[in-house]
């Protein structure tokens, strides 16, 4: 339902280490510092012209959340002659598209289905394209660390010089 779209840029943006503390810290799990997650994508990344990491939110005194990264991002094209027209989406999974409400709101949106959830949401032409997921096992970044945790191969769910990174670095999540 993308006919007549053309994806020019792609922006990762890690999130905030006070988030991702928080949120590990509740499963007693210890977390990766977002200097080096955004150390990560630029590895994953450094193949391509089209994608890289934002680093402003990983960068503020604390936590940012997506509607305030967004908009962060927003400005910056409005900003800029060559990319004041270009239409800005936020990417996400189904899982946190349906627990924001993200189908309803004013921001423009993609939303990836994710294996193993059921949830009938309609393309809005200009706001929300859905895109079917082309995977039959689930992807996540906790899936990962579980893996991690558990002490058992992750490297064939990540960029290799990723996985390099993390051994290098010392940075497997215990």
């Not at 007693?28 to 890289?52: F, P, Y």
């Not at 002659?81 to 270009?86: C, F, G």
Request: hydrophobic share 40%; with cysteine; proline share 4%.
């Amino acid at each position: 339902n993308m006919t007549n779209a053309e994806v020019i840029a792609a922006i990762i943006s890690p999130s905030h280490s006070e988030y991702v503390d928080r949120k590990l810290s509740l499963k007693k799990m210890t977390s990766i510092s977002s200097q080096d997650r955004c150390r990560m994508v630029e590895l994953a990344t450094e193949d391509t012209r089209w994608i890289t990491v934002g680093k402003w939110e990983s960068q503020q005194d604390g936590f940012v959340d997506f509607p305030a990264v967004v908009r962060h991002y927003q400005i910056l094209f409005s900003e800029d002659p060559i990319l004041e027209n270009v239409d800005l989406y936020y990417l996400c999974g189904l899982d946190h598209a349906l627990k924001c409400f993200l189908t309803n709101g004013r921001m423009k949106v993609v939303i990836v289905n994710r294996p193993g959830l059921n949830a009938n949401i309609r393309p809005k032409p200009n706001k929300v394209i859905v895109v079917p997921s082309t995977q039959d096992e689930d992807l996540s970044s906790t899936m990962i660390r579980d893996l991690m945790v558990q002490g058992r191969d992750f490297t064939n769910l990540v960029h290799n010089r990723v996985a390099d990174y993390i051994f290098e670095n010392n940075l497997l999540i215990k």
